[in-house]
C-alpha cells in the first residue's frame, strides 16, 4: 500500500515532443505529490509538486496533472530539451514528511 | 543560498568497518532526512530528525543510525559494512513540511 508505481523504465523522445511520465499510487491518505529530476553525478532536484485537492499544476515548461479518483498523476514536460534528458522520479508522502519513491524513468531527448 | 550540503563527496570502505556521513541543510532548515540510492532499490528512506530528535525511521538495520546537532547539522552512521551498502546517500532538508531538497549526496563503496 506503500508503494508508487511509475512508467514508462525508459522513454526517447524528439526534441520538442511531449514526454509523458506516470504514476500510481494506492495510499489514499497520500497528501504530497512531487516530482524530481536527477542528472547523473547529481542529487535529486525538486521541479514540481502538487497536492491532491488540485488537478493540474504549470510551472515553466512543467505539468503535473492529477487524477484523484484513478489514484494517478502524471509527468508532462512540454517542448522538451536535449538539456531535459534526465531520469525523473515521482513520489509521495504522507504529512510524516517520509517520501516514497517511483522506480525512476530514463529519459532521452534527441536534438 | 546556500544549498544541501554533503560531506565527503566520494568514500571507500572495507567491509566491517564503519563510516560516518555528514549533512548540512539550508540554512533555517530543521528537518533533515537520509535516503539511501541503488540501482536494484531505488530511493530508499532511512530516517528523519527535526530539532534533534528522529521524527520517522525506515525498514532498515540497526546497523544504520543517525542524528542531528543544535545546527541542524545530521551526521549518519553505518557500523559493521557490508558489501550491499555500497549506496549513493541522500540528504535532504526542509523547513517543516514536505518540500524536501537534496544534497549530491555521498557515493559509499564497500570493498
Known amino acids: 500500500q506503500q508503494q508508487v508505481k511509475q512508467s514508462p523504465q525508459s522513454l526517447i523522445v524528439q526534441k520538442g515532443g511531449i514526454p509523458i511520465i506516470n504514476c500510481a499510487y494506492e495510499?489514499?491518505?497520500?497528501?504530497?505529490f512531487p516530482w524530481y529530476q536527477q542528472f547523473p553525478g547529481k542529487g535529486p532536484a525538486l521541479l514540481i509538486a502538487i497536492r491532491p485537492d488540485v488537478s493540474e499544476k504549470k510551472e515553466g515548461r512543467f505539468t503535473i496533472s492529477f487524477n484523484k479518483s484513478a489514484k494517478q498523476f502524471s509527468l508532462h514536460i512540454m517542448d522538451s530539451q536535449p538539456g531535459d534528458s534526465a531520469t525523473y522520479f515521482c513520489a509521495a508522502s504522507l504529512a510524516d514528511n517520509k517520501l516514497i519513491f517511483g522506480a525512476g524513468t530514463r529519459l532521452a531527448v534527441h536534438p | 543560498k546556500a544549498g544541501v550540503t554533503q560531506t565527503p563527496r566520494y568514500l571507500i570502505k572495507t567491509r566491517g568497518q564503519q563510516v560516518t556521513l555528514s549533512c548540512s541543510p539550508i540554512?533555517?532548515?530543521?528537518?533533515v532526512s537520509w535516503y539511501q540510492q541503488t540501482p536494484g532499490q531505488g530511493l530508499q528512506f532511512l530516517f528523519e530528525?527535526?530539532?534533534?530528535?528522529?521524527?520517522n525511521k525506515g525498514n532498515f538495520p540497526g546497523r544504520f543510525s543517525g542524528r542531528q546537532f543544535s545546527n541542524s547539522r545530521s551526521e549518519m552512521n553505518v557500523s559493521t559494512l557490508e558489501l550491499g551498502d555500497s549506496a549513493l546517500y541522500l540528504c535532504?532538508?526542509?523547513?517543516?513540511?514536505?518540500?524536501?531538497?537534496f544534497g549530491q549526496g555521498t557515493r559509499l563503496t564497500v570493498v
Open positions: 495510499n489514499t491518505a497520500f497528501d504530497y
Open positions: 535532504a532538508s526542509s523547513l517543516e513540511g514536505q518540500e524536501a531538497f
Open positions: 540554512s533555517g532548515h530543521r528537518s
Open positions: 530528525y527535526f530539532s534533534e530528535t528522529q521524527r
